[in-house]
């Protein structure tokens, strides 16, 4: 499981160069919004599953701000901060 999380920002990496690869209709440059849905294959899953486990999920259930919050958000942040 330790190395599924410290492969994290390689899969990220990965995932980058494939999708800018992909080639979009034109009238795609028109779009201004995007919602991005869940968190990705099993693997980024299954991880952000046990990092909320090691992090005492009992006392972070239910709140806003938790640990596994914050490493999604760091990787929004590090990986897709230059496309705003």
């Not at 090691?54 to 701000?65: A, P």
């Amino acid at each position: 499981m330790g190395s599924q999380i410290r492969g994290l920002p390689e899969q990220c990496r990965q995932a980058w160069d494939k999708a800018s690869l992909l080639k979009l209709p034109g009238d795609y440059s028109q779009v201004d919004k995007v919602v991005i849905l869940g968190l990705g294959g099993s693997a980024t899953i299954n991880s952000s599953h046990f990092l909320g486990a090691v992090s005492d999920l009992e006392s972070i259930m239910g709140r806003i701000y938790t640990p596994v919050r914050d490493v999604v958000d760091s990787a929004f942040d590090r990986f897709l901060s230059r496309l705003r």
